[in-house]
Structures are given as C-alpha cells and as structure tokens.
C-alpha cells in the first residue's frame, strides 16, 4: 500500500454511516411508481453520492423531454417530503454497523474527522441520530455549488479542517464519491458497491477497518 500521512477522515453520509440511503431509494421508488418511470435498484446506484436534480435527470433520462423544468423541480420536491416522512423514526439503530465504537476511537487516535456530504438534510439527520456535536465539521448539500463526482464537498471539508487533501482519507459508498476523492487527490477507501469500483484505493467490508487502514497508511 503507498504510504501517505494522514490526519483526517472525511464520511460521506448517506450509506456510508447511517442506512438512509436504503430511504432515499424507497422514497424515488414511490414517486417514480407514481409518474409509471421504470426504477430499479440498478438505477438507484447511480443517484447515490449525486444531487436531488441530478437524480432527477437520471431517473428521466430516457425521456428527456417530456417533463418540463417547473415539473422536474416539483418531482425533487415531492421525493423529498416522501424522504422526509419516512425518516420521522430515524434513531440509532439506522446507524451502520461499527460506526459508534469507531468514530471515538479514530477521534482518541487524533484524527479530525468530518462529514462531506451532497445532501441538504444532512444537518437535520445528524441531530435525529444523536451525532450533531461527534464530527470537527460538517460539510453538506447546502455548502456546495457542484455535488459529486466534483471534488467540491471534500475539499472544503479538508479547507474547514485545516487539513491539506493529500493528508485526507474520504470513506464513500458510491461511485461518484470515490471519483470526487481521487479528484480531490484524497485516498478513495469504499464500502458497500463502491468496496469493488476500479478508482477505489482500498476496500473495506466493515467500517472498523478504517482504524486499521489509518495505521497502515501512516506506516
Ligand atoms: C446523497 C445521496 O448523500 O445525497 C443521494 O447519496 C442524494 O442519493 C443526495 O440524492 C442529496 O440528498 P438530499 O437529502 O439533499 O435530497
Ligand atoms: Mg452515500
């Protein structure tokens, strides 16, 4: 493994600590169901890690034209009532596994750690699972113009850090997140699907590894 220094670990959000994003997939589920748009969960990998609009024009993009911009606009603001209703119960328990033993742990170990993340409801997620204060910064939807694959997020969460991006390990669940690292020139470590994408530096199947992939880095 190339050695590196590393100082701090930027999370997505979404899939990667908490299981929102099996809500978002069952929130478009419902609105394409809805308008009659085929939606698979095959589709759904390609709106993780991207924004609300843009999943849009995925979700349509083999019928570009039928829907006007005013309609598009009202579909991403329907999804997301429907992603809010369903997140009413949200508690610990969606938190994945391993994600509350590890984050104090990397914390005691000195590492900063923070959230990049292209959802606009990152803030209020974070507070329904009692992590609102755990992260040094949260960088989200509203803080960005250009959500992933542009390096954006994570560089400004590593600019808030104070951290230089080559010192930043980011840990993503999508493809289009590792593509934002690598581009960030961060190391890409993915879980779930995004433990196999090619521009994936390292995979891991349980988030515990990370403590162990920050040690090997720092050799
Ligand atoms: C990302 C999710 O974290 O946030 C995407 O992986 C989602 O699927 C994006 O589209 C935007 O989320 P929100 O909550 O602002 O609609
Ligand atoms: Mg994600």
């Known amino acids: 493994m190339e050695k590196r220094v590393i100082d701090a670990i930027i999370f997505d959000l979404d899939g990667v600590i ?25 589709m759904n990998h390609r709106l993780r890690g991207v924004s609300r609009m843009a999943c ?10 039928i829907y006007t911009l005013a309609e598009k606009e009202n579909m991403a ?6 992603y809010i209703e369903s997140l009413g119960n949200l508690n610990e328990q969606a938190l994945l596994p391993g994600v509350q033993e590890t984050l104090p ?6 590492y900063q750690i923070a959230i990049g993340s292209s959802s606009k409801n990152a803030g209020m997620i974070l507070e329904k699972l009692g992590l609102d204060h755990t992260f040094h910064k949260v960088v989200d939807g509203n803080d960005i113009t250009f ?9 400004k969460a590593a600019d808030a850090l104070g951290v230089r991006p080559e010192r ?14 690598r581009c960030a ?9 995004a433990q196999i994408y090619e521009k994936t530096q390292i ?3 349980s988030f515990e590894q990370i403590a162990g992939v920050c040690r090997r880095l720092n050799g």
């Not at 959500?147 to 560089?155: I, Q, R």
């Open 18 to 42: 908490v299981s929102t994003d099996e809500y978002h997939y069952k929130a478009w589920k419902r609105l394409a169901d809805e308008e009659g748009i085929p939606f698979d969960r095959e």
């Open 56 to 65: 849009v024009n995925i979700i349509l993009e083999k019928m570009p034209d």
């Open 77 to 82: 603001e329907r999804k997301n009532r429907y």
């Open 105 to 110: 742990l990397l914390k005691k170990e000195g």
């Open 147 to 155: 959500s992933k694959p542009n390096p954006e997020v994570f560089l």
């Open 168 to 181: 930043c390990i980011v840990v993503e669940d999508s493809t289009a997140g590792i593509d934002a690292a």
């Open 185 to 193: 020139g961060m190391f890409a470590v993915g879980t779930a699907e």
């Open 203 to 205: 995979g891991i199947s």
